[in-house]
Each structure stands twice: as structure tokens, then as C-alpha cells.
């Protein structure tokens, strides 16, 4: 039995660099597009994607990668997050999902609700975000895009910018970061820096970042520049999204600074963060880190379900 099967994906903080790099390896060697009759390794599984939040993304390219993969879908969304926050009430759903699938992606927004689900479940459960805490998947295909795009990740300076505070999918890359031999520097307003709890996880791995308030300031030196939202649905007050929103704004201007080589990521979907002209630059790398979603997810799926070990 490989050592992905049947395991749960609730935080990128239980990846060791092996496993990150034997994702990378396997969605490397997926034929995303090469489906052929006979070659259909999931035929008979069933994911469940449960999403109590809003996904365009990684809920249909999970759904993509099962069904390439020759497998099947079941579909569970409240958007209306609110009317499950309480943990019984996800017990008691996750209870009855687990007997209609073989694995379940789970989008919450309430932080710690893979791990709850994975309490309940025999079945392995993916963490496809909880609340402001991981976002483990997107953390795969956004190493994946590094690496694929700048051929390595080690020797690279990266900066995440953005909304660190509440930002998932920063929290995810910036610990599985620590697998690797990068400059990291964190970019956000004081009050949108990256949680203490994170900055003391990153220490204790040894680590060491810097941090800036604006990306003008940097931006001659980064290879990889990782734009967020601003996550409004997360903020306890409207007044103090109000101080921070469009706080930076990553555009023609500021990229004329840039290496030749640097490429811009951000997880989607942006709001201002990323003028849309920028997207005709050979730095704009936001559309195909969407499109390795699938790629990743096929790996990854192809690993918990045993057929690639
Ligand atoms: C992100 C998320 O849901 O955390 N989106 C995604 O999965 N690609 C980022 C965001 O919502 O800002």
C-alpha cells in the first residue's frame, strides 16, 4: 500500500518534502487530456464535494480530475455556509456523505472542519479550505506551477502578497515553503500580516522570511510574486476592510521593474489585485496555475485511491 492511500489531506503541514515532490512527480506524469477506452483507473469510485462555501475552481476541477480519471461525482452545497456552522450538524452530514462515497472534498468556513470531518469519516477527506486556516490542494498545484514554470523551486525568491491574515491558500504555501531552500518575504499592510502562530510554525522549521509592506519595494528581486484577495467575507467589521481594500494593486507600472523571468500567481479570483492588462504579459501565470488544478487533483486522487503508488 502506497503511503498516499486512503489518507486524509487536511493540512499541507503533515507533507514532507518527499510527498510534496512525489505529487509534483505523478500530476507531471498525468495525461490530463489522454483518456482512452480501458484506461479508466477509478471507474466505480465515487468522490463526494461537500462546499459550504462558494468554489468555482476547485470544486469543478476536483470534479474534472475524478471524472478523467473515469470515476464519478456527487455533489453537496449549502452556500448559505452559516446554516452548518455548528460541528454536530457537520458530524451528522459528513456521517451520511461517507456512506454515499469513497472520498470527500470539503470546503467549510469554519477552521479546523476537515479535521472534525475526518473524525467522523471513514472515508479519506480532502481539505478543499477551512475557513481562514488551509488550503492544502491549492497549495500542490501552486508548487506544482512553480516548479513547472521556473524548473525548480530551491534557489527561488517568492514573495506572497496580499491578505495573509486571513488568506488560506498563504497559509498553506508558506509552511510547505519551508521544504525548500527559498527567500520568502511576506508583503501585506501591519494589520494583514501573516498570523504569529504561522510565523512561529515557520521559525520552528527552521526558516527564516522578511517582510515588506509594498511590492514596488521588492519587486526587482522576486522570481515569483503571489498575489491574494483581500478576504472581505472573513473580516469581524466592515470598517476594517474598508482601511485595507485595494490596497496594492500589481500592474504594467510596477512590472517594468520586474526580472525577465518573474511570473505572477494569485489563486483566483482576484478583484483588483492584478490589473487585467497584465494578463497579456509573459509574467501572468494565474490562468494556468487554474489550469494544473486538474492535473494535481488527478495526481493527487490517483494516490488516495491506490491505483499510482
Ligand atoms: C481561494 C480560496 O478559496 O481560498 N480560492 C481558490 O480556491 N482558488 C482564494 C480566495 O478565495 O481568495
Known sequence: ?????DRDVLTI???????IEKVLKVADEVEVGGKRRGELPLEG????????EPSTRTRLSFESAMKRLGGDVVSFGGLEGTSVAKGETLSDTIRMVEAYADAIVLRHPQEGAARLAAEFSSKPVINGGD???QHPTQTLLDLYTIWDELGAIDGKTIALVGDLKYGRTVHSLALALCHFDVDLY?????TLQLPREIQE???????DYKTAERPEDLIKDVDVLYATRI????????AEYA????SYRVDLEMLREAKKGLIVMHPLPRLGEIAPEVDRTPHAKYFTQAHNGVRVRMALLSLIFGVVS
Open 243 to 246: 482601511k485595507v481594500e485595494g
Open 131 to 133: 475557513g481562514a486556516g
Open 231 to 238: 478576504q472581505k467575507e472573513r473580516f469581524p467589521d466592515a
Open 13 to 19: 503541514a503533515d507533507f514532507s518534502r518527499g510527498d
Open 186 to 190: 511576506f508583503i501585506a499592510p501591519p
Open 201 to 207: 510554525q515557520i521559525k520552528a522549521r527552521g526558516r
Open 1 to 5: 500500500m502506497g503511503a498516499f492511500q
Open 45 to 52: 469510485r465515487i468522490l463526494a464535494t461537500v462546499f459550504f
